[in-house]
Every structure is written in C-alpha cells, then in structure tokens.
C-alpha cells in the first residue's frame, strides 16, 4: 500500500526551498533589498522597547546597555540565519554562497594600508561631524521618546555611579565595540551589497543610505553616517573585498570603544 502519511511535509520543504532560493539569488528586487535592510532595525527597535529597556531600568543601569542587548537579540539570530542558508546550499553551517566579496583580491600589503586610512577617516570625520548631529537632533528629533537620545556620544550613559559606568562598557566592549558590527558587515556588505551589484554605482550608494537609515535608533545620524561611511563601501563594491569595511567598521569601533572604556575606568570622561 502506498505511503501517504509523509506527503503533508513536501509543502513545507518546498516553501522553504523556495526562500533560500530567493535570498540567495545573485540579484535582489529593490523591493527586497529595501525590505533586507530595514527589517533588522526597526526589530532591533522592537527589542529594545519591548525587552531590554525594561530588564535595564528594572536593575537600573544606564540605557546604554539596552541598546546593546536589542542589537545582540536581532542580530545573533541574524548571523544564525545567513549560517542556516549556508547549510541549506552546502549542507553545513558556512557562509560560502551566502557571504561574497571574501576571495581576498586585495594584496596584504594595500589593504593594511586602506584599512588604516579609513579608520582615520571614521575616526576624524564622525567625530567632526557630531555638531551636525547635535543640529539635526535640536531642530528635526527631539521628540524621539528613547532614553537618553541627543547628538551628544555619552547622552547614553550620563548620570550613572562609576562602578555602573565600568561594568556596562566592560560588558558592551566585545559586543558593540567589535562583534556586533563584525556581524553587520557579513549581513550588509558581505550578503547584502553584492545582490544589487546590478544597480551598478548605485548599489554602494543604495547600501550606504539604507544601513544609515536601519539605525532607526539615531535617525539623526544619518546624515554623518552617510558622509563616513560611503568611501569604504564604495570601496568594497569597487575591489569585492569586504576586508575592507570589515577593518574600518569593526576596527573604528573596538578602537572608540576600547578609548572610551579606559577613559571611563580612569576617570577622565566628563
């Protein structure tokens, strides 16, 4: 007699197919991709009204600590996923044919020297340009309803105990000061980027401006992020090599993170 109690499973095995083949399309619709990149944020917005920012007042630490923990709650399941894909193509956990731009064209020698330069770049502009920020928040965001939202860097941790203060950016450190953005760089540059390398010029200029915007969390920096941002990514598209936002981006924030730390453990911060 035939078998027809394991046919109600196909349906389910087909849909998932199905997605896998759509993600992991060589061209993404602007549609999709659009969607790609803001659905992570305005989760990661979710999470925090929903999850962290509770469980952070509750112990009363500063607010900052729950930015981090709705970024780890998205963006964990969200490197899973981009692994889950590998597995569904590869049979193993991997990022081959899920993350490109990773074949390494670029000489060890060039790109030490274009990471060093754009963490400079980062470094210096993003810092400069915190006056644009503090002016876009003044006159366009101050009815953003988060804890602790202004132009300012350290608005998301004035007026905690010392001891709060160290073990929060000791706690944070590895998260938003490198893995975190090491993530996003897989997802963004190394997943996303090269799907709408069909836009031509305007894929690095598509992928630069909708990251920014993901950050519904700042949506004042925007502007800065846009400026900062836009020649590593240009970079990347142009050389398909996503060592190099890998270094500027996680690397430009282990570094401010690592200054800020030891700022705060000395005592020297504001």
Known sequence: MENTLTRPAAPTATRSNR????LLADRHSL???TALHLVPGALVVAAYLFLAEPFVKAIKYPIFLAWAIALVIVLGPLMFGL?????????RYTLRTVAH???KPISRGKIIALIAGLIVWMTVVSLSLV???NFVFDNFFTWIPFEGAGGSA????????????????????????????LIEEYYFRGFLLPRIAH???GAPVLNTVLFSVYHFWAPWTVLSKIVFL???VWLVWRKHDIRISIGMHPGTCLLMATIGTIAIILGVTP
């Open 19 to 22: 997605l896998v083949d759509l």
């Open 31 to 33: 549609a999709l991709s």
């Open 83 to 91: 692994l889950w894909l590998g597995r569904k193509r590869t049979g």
């Open 101 to 103: 731009y990773r074949d």
């Open 131 to 133: 006056p644009l920020d």
């Open 154 to 181: 350290t608005t998301y941790i004035d007026g905690y105990s010392h001891a709060q203060l160290v073990v929060t950016m000791l706690v944070c450190l590895p998260l938003t000061g490198f893995t975190l953005p």
């Open 199 to 201: 836009l031509r010029w």
């Open 230 to 232: 836009f020649p590593a």
